[in-house]
């Protein structure tokens, strides 16, 4: 069983930048693809990000490409998502997946972390 606990989470102005954390234990990391998912209060949970086992490949939605930056540390059993430009659309719950692939539906999800972007 993987438990995942995300971090980095706040209250933050339009234009400014969060950087979010997600640490795994109880598993093998390294053999996940890690995600990072949104959900903004009456919508639908959306993807943000994703990036492949070795980090080497990653992969953004949409509405965060350009702004968004994720990454993982094996060796340390954490992803990130770099936030920068923040907009208040931004503004919504985080949650980390771990998937045992790249199009398959997460086995995992954190608790989330709540990030609110003000105008």
């Known amino acids: 069983q993987v438990q995942l606990v995300e971090s980095g989470g706040g209250l933050v102005q339009a234009g400014g930048s969060l950087k979010l954390s997600c640490a795994a234990s109880g598993g093998t990391f390294s053999k996940f693809v890690m995600g990072w998912f949104r959900q903004a209060p009456g919508k639908e949970r959306e993807f943000a990000a994703a990036?492949?086992?070795?980090?080497?490949?990653?992969y953004y939605g949409d509405a965060v490409k350009g702004r968004f930056t994720i990454s993982r540390d094996n060796a340390k059993n954490t992803v990130y998502l770099q936030m920068d430009s923040l907009k208040p659309e931004d503004t919504a719950v985080y949650y980390c997946?771990?998937?045992?692939?790249?199009?398959?539906?997460?086995?995992?999800w954190g608790q989330g972390t709540q990030v609110t972007v003000s105008s």
């Open positions: 997946a771990a998937a045992g692939g790249l199009y398959t539906v997460p086995d995992y």
């Open positions: 990036i492949s086992w070795s980090g080497e490949n990653t």
